[in-house]
């Protein structure tokens, strides 16, 4: 089985402040990891993903995620926030090896950024 | 261009209407699937189409009916739905879909539906 665990629900940071966006996981070999964004009354849009290669990974926004093999993380961070990266974060994970190949997503943190 | 498009962006239907949304994808992508999403929970997988050939059913009650006409469109006809089915329709596609992940998905805006 794979799994994915967002272990806080709301994170709420001040504008201008860095950020980060917990996200850890379970697989059988290999992961591939994903972050997503969901604005409001809006679909999922991808932020960046890790495959493999480079620990630290950049994506769209300023954001990048670091892929840590021995914590089974993948931390969303941004050196400073905005007031427009209010949204709902999904992590996901797929493997080779696990679940078909499907992904599976976390039940996403609320980011709050506050002016 | 990396949009998915969806119609209708808000549904509303009886439980004995028949309805259908309408996804639409002009990337090349070979793959489409249907998630439904409850607010602020994660999108559950429903359906995958890979070469337009269904690849994945997630055990979805046949009130809900996919189709994939050609590689670029993806229907899901709906049928006497239940008020609990009353959720957010998401449509994304990827390049392909192997079966060994790591396939990144776009997803279209969604078709927010209430059933009556």
């Known amino acids: 089985a794979q799994s994915v665990a967002q272990p806080e629900d709301q994170v709420n940071v001040a504008e201008g402040n860095p950020l980060t966006v917990k996200c850890t996981y379970s697989v059988s070999g290999n992961p591939y990891l994903f972050w997503y964004v969901q604005y409001p009354n809006r679909g999922l849009q991808f932020l960046l993903k890790?495959?493999?290669?480079?620990?630290l990974v950049k994506g769209s926004y300023g954001f990048e995620a670091e892929f840590n093999k021995s914590q089974t993380s993948f931390h969303l961070k941004k050196p400073s926030a905005l007031v427009s990266d209010s949204a709902l974060y999904f992590c996901a994970v797929s493997s080779l090896t696990t679940n078909a190949g499907k992904s599976t997503f976390g039940d996403g943190t609320t980011l709050t950024v506050k002016p | 261009d990396t949009e998915v498009t969806q119609t209708p962006k808000h549904l509303v239907m009886g439980m004995t209407n028949k309805k259908s949304l309408k996804c639409e994808q002009h990337?090349?992508?070979?793959?489409m699937y249907w998630y439904k999403q409850k607010a602020k929970k994660p999108p559950e997988l429903m359906f995958v189409y890979s070469y337009e050939k269904l690849s994945i059913n997630e055990s979805v009650p046949s009130r809900f009916s996919p189709e994939c006409p050609n590689s670029s469109l993806l229907n899901l006809h709906l049928h006497a739905l239940q008020p609990e089915d009353s959720a957010l329709y998401l449509c994304?596609?990827?390049?392909?879909?192997?079966?060994?992940?790591?396939?990144?998905?776009?997803f279209g805006p969604g078709t927010r539906l209430l059933v009556l």
């Open positions: 890790y495959i493999t290669g480079d620990n």
């Open positions: 994304a596609s990827s390049q392909d879909f192997s079966g060994q992940g790591g396939e990144t998905q776009y």
């Open positions: 990337m090349g992508h070979r793959a």
